[in-house]
């Protein structure tokens, strides 16, 4: 018999445990862990995502300094919204940035042509 009630005491304790355990692992809520993406880019100085004629009026003010630019759509205006930080930054260099970030190995850019970019920028992504 004794064996039993030890093996008994032994899977009540087990089950015990297992039930403290479970009462004592903490999940964050959903909302805790949701970030607000667009309050934190707001605070750094990135601005929405243009879209409709606010789109089509960027990506043609920078196609304006060099039509490659806008190939592809979605990095340029990654590129713009990222550069609109820098320029509400007040960074130095700023024409160069311009052209860094605009730009690429095969298709290099001025920093005349980041004076450019900047300009347009002013114009319509982040006046």
Not at 23 to 37: M, R, S
Not at 45 to 71: M, N
Not at 98 to 116: I, S, Y
């Amino acid at each position: 018999m004794r064996p039993a009630r030890i093996l008994i005491a032994a899977v009540a304790l087990l089950a015990l445990s297992a039930c403290s355990a479970e009462e004592g692992i903490k999940t964050p809520a959903p909302e805790a862990t949701t970030v607000d993406h667009a309050a934190a880019e707001r605070a750094a100085g990135i601005p929405p995502a243009p879209v409709g004629a606010d789109r089509d009026a960027y990506l043609d003010a920078i196609a304006a300094v060099d039509p490659q630019i806008i190939v592809d759509e979605q990095k340029a205006i990654d590129a713009g919204r990222n550069q609109c930080a820098s320029l509400k930054g007040g960074g130095k260099k700023l024409d160069w940035a311009a052209a860094q970030r605009f730009g690429n190995d095969t298709r290099p850019l001025t920093d005349e042509q980041g004076k450019q970019l900047n300009a347009a920028l002013r114009k319509t992504l982040c006046p």
